[in-house]
């Protein structure tokens, strides 16, 4: 739905200033009572012709009114499903108060990266999921919007030019390597840094960032937003060495062993795309969603006048998957001028992992929807380039150990389907690449490498967090472990 | 970082370049690559072969064609001027040990990564024997390098300006016959010589190692844009490879990949490649 951003503004200046005009103070009841503040968004009809960020942050009227709608619970449930724990209630009550300083303030005890987990965090699944709100009005919908409320600080912060950058402890001589630059490796940097220790932070591409930078799109996740935490670091002193891959550019155990470095972090994330394994896979024509949103987002594909990488032009694209990387490639797909994007999942939308608002906005943006549906073959033309895709469909059978229904092929349903672009989003392993070059580090059957309480690895000095230690996950998650590796990191070194 | 210590013309089209790079200098191993980015905003990532390094002196050498955007763009680089990104090495090393004879077949541009390899070939005792050809006598590149290393040298033109007027193929298959058999072919060049160059080996039962320039993107396994059919399975070729068993490699479908960008790079000067590989074509036709 289509909301003008005009109106939304005059409601939440009329509801605020029926809150500031009373007098008695709000009860519970009141609060609930007050509107939940919708997101500003682009219209659909204008963001898919372009690259620009979909959802455009709350007002400070909007912030403010939807932080009274926070009960303050005692108890504070919200705290219990954010992973790093962040004094929620706490930053909420500083939004009422206009205090934006203090309330972001707040929030970077617990995380380093406000701006973009409150755009980025599964919020519906994990601190609104426990929001006393929600609970009572029976709609997780309905739960106060942290996630927004963080996203708004962080940005009112950022764009009034108020980032601090963190202070640096006396240099305490020792070094440490970090390797790879999302947002574990980030958080692991900056909190090593502070401490006072040198940090170098190798990345294997051309820009900092992970995941961050190559697979969440721009409108999404401005990537001005990921090059200002980068410069923090920069600005902290941290050393940034692009183009180097750990274990072939340099071993990891040189770094330790002849480099001097005293510890080392591996973040080096799940980049290894996932393939069905069904015939003509490799046609021209069949990306994995990496190497897709990799040509649009870090090679910047989509700005066709100026980039050297190209994608191929598609009238019909199909994207086979159901989580949050399908969602970016099937709406990448309508903004790099496909005629028909269609996203085909073996389930039905109940089970799909990507997020609703993820949903809603593919959907509004002209994504078909084939549920129950898998694609079984794909083939192509005399120039080897795809042109059909054979699918089945599927019915939900008996629930499985897990209690979820396990979808079925319906035998004699194939069918096929004309398409000149197939974005296979089906997830993704551990990066081999350290394992490979480091065989003295421990990893579990699905490659990830195995850490202990601590984040340690089977190495000695050497730590890992994010992806590569709990598979494809997400950024908030990735920020925790990073955190706590960096503890360990520091303690070791104190 | 990345200055270009000197730069030469070898033939039509094809530079060579050393490059400071004292940590890829350092690692590499004959048979690894490097990928080339020029400007870190909009530019394309490109592959190129290590063709030799200095881990004393700190410098690799690239020997390429400018066939489109990104080389054209490096052969305009001088000597002082800096390669804006460059990563590596990248690839599995080359499986060098003695094998008794190897024949080491190059075509066109195929030579520069040829080099490095014949090299730590002749080092571990082998007796090698190159092949190497290109399309006319100014297209021939490395002869006094392949000449330096190689116990017997053979070039060929396909119009016959120099040395022997053939496609590489029919010395190799020459080859083969010999008694004792070769006991390893390793083949480089446009991917349709590959292909021909496995065709000819392939009754004699000769194992013979084909290195694949695939599109890439990352080149550390992430995208899954190098990927190839080989035997059963699908292969990463920047870091399953990029060499393979020619013998199993579906080069129709690598070519395919190749050719999955041409119109929007809607490059002349690819045609050079082209042109190569459609007079191999040809004569296999024509035998056939
Ligand atoms: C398309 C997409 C959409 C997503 N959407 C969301 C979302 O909405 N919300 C959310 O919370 N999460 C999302 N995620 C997941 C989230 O991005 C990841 O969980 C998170 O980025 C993991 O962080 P990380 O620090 O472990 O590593 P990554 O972000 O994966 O970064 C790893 C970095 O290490 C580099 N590297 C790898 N190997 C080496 C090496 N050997 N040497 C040097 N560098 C190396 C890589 O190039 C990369 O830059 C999404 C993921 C994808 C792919
Ligand atoms: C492992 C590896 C090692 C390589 N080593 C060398 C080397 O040492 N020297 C050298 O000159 N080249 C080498 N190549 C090929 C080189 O990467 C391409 O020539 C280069 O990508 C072309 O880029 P461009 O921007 O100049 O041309 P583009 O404008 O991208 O393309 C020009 C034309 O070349 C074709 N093309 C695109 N990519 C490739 C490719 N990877 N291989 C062949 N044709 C392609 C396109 O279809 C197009 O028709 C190697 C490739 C690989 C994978
Ligand atoms: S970091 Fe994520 S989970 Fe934690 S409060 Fe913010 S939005 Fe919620
Ligand atoms: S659970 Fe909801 S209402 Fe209660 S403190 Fe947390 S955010 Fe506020
Ligand atoms: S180039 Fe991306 S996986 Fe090989």
Redesign the pocket.
Known sequence: MDLDYAQISADAKTALDAILNRTDPLKPKDRMAIPAQPMPAQPASERVKNMEEVALGYTPEQAQVEAERCLQCKNAPCIKGCPVAIDIPGFVKAIAETEFGKAVDTIKQSSLLPAI?G????QEVQCQVECTVGKVLKDVEASVSIGRLERFVADYEREHGAIETPAVKPETGKKVAV????????TVAADVRREGHAVTM????HK??????????EF??PKAIVQQEISTLRDMGIDIRTN??????RRLTDLLEEDGFDAAFV?????LPKFMNIPGENLVGVYS??EY?TRVNLMRAFDSENADTPVLPSKCTVVLGG???AM??ARCAVRMGAEEVHLVYRRTEKEMPA?NE?IEHAKEEGVQFHLLENAIAATGDEYGRVDTLTCLRYELGEPDASGRRRPVPIEGSEFNMAVDCVIV?IG?DS?P??KQTTPEIETNRWGNIVVDDNGKTTLDCVYA??????G????????G??RRAAASINAQLA | MNTIIDKKLLSDGVYQIRVDAPHIARERKPGQFVIVQLDTHFGERIPLTIADADADEGWIMLIFQAVGKTTQDLARLNVGDAVNNLVGPLGQPTHIENFGTVICVGGGIGVAPLHPIAKALKAAGNRVITIIGARNRELLILEDEMKAIADELIVCTDDGSYGRKALVTEPLKECCELDPAPGLVVAIGPPVMMKFCAETTRPFGVHTVVSLNTIMI?G?G?CGGCRVTVGEDTKFVCVDGPEFDGHLVDFDNMIQRLGAYKTQEQDAHACNLDKQANALQAEQDANA
């Open positions: 987990c755009r980025v965090c599964p390797i790879g630059s999302g947002p574990a490796s980030i190798f990345e294997a591409f900092p960032g992970g995941v961050m930078m190559y697979g969440i799109p999404r996740l180097f891959v750990v274990g072939r550019t973040g080096t994330g799940a980049g969603a990496n949103l989580g949050n990387v970016d490639a997020r993820e989003a993704n990066n690449l350290i967090g994010g992806d590569i230690v709990l494809a996950a997400t950024v908030i998650l990735a920020m472990e990073g | 990352d550390t992430m």
